[in-house]
């Protein structure tokens, strides 16, 4: 059974090209997948056996990924994948849990910590009741697609969660100056908590990011 992140994927793929191609495309990748699995070496820690879990989960993206390049072309296959994969890790961050009425940052870090540290290995610069800032020295997402052959695909999954955690509650904001996955040395993130709901703050939902969200995000990507 597909993950549900690549089951709504899929669906975007069928709109993209339509059901015959996408399923030409995808039943190989998934066949192919199946036959490769990662492992890390013995004694090389933790973050290398989360990176080789993460490669397995990701390795079918990739090989649709390599073989869409081979009969549409790179920019074809960016413009396909950009789509399905903000499709699919809108549907991934629906994992990540709410908060409930009264809780605040306090509550929101444990949440980040527990949902992230398959994800990323990073440094705690300040950790208040108003503020948490973190550096990510390692992020494992982005160093899986690089191993697999397609590091461009980090760019938009750090789309989406620009895009979830800016959204994720009206009392707290969102920042990210700097990106491994755009050629920094690590990633910076400041998350704010205000004690009063911010001006035209849009509470997180399930729904997928808008066009226009869309867009912008796509602008940003290109414009760095």
Not at 72 to 98: A, P
Not at 100 to 119: A, D, Q, S
Not at 120 to 126: A, K, L, S, T
């Amino acid at each position: 059974m597909l993950a549900p992140e690549y089951r709504a994927g899929f669906r975007v793929l069928q709109e993209k090209i339509g059901l015959w191609a996408a399923l030409s495309i995808a039943i190989p990748a998934f066949f192919k997948a199946l036959m490769v699995k990662h492992k890390a070496e013995e004694g090389l820690g933790e973050a290398e056996a989360t990176k080789a879990d993460l490669k397995n989960h990701f390795q079918l993206l990739a090989n649709m990924y390599q073989m869409l390049d081979k009969q549409y072309g790179k920019v074809r296959t960016d413009e396909i994948m950009r789509d399905v994969l903000l499709e699919g890790g809108n549907v991934f961050f629906r994992g990540f849990t709410q908060l409930n009425p009264g809780e605040k940052l306090g509550e929101f870090v444990e949440i980040y910590k527990k949902f992230e540290r398959n994800n990323i290995v990073f440094d705690v610069i300040e950790e208040t009741d108003k503020r948490f800032e973190i550096e990510i020295k390692r992020c494992l997402v982005f160093e899986a697609f690089d191993e697999l052959g397609v590091p461009a695909l980090t760019q938009w999954m750090c789309d989406i969660a620009f895009h979830y955690f800016s959204q994720y509650h009206a009392q707290m904001t969102y920042e990210k100056d700097r990106m491994i996955a755009r050629g920094a040395a690590s990633c910076h993130e400041v998350f704010t908590w205000s004690q009063v709901l911010l001006p035209n703050k849009r509470v997180q939902s399930d729904a997928a990011p808008r066009p226009d969200i869309k867009a912008k995000l796509i602008m940003s990507r290109e414009s760095n």
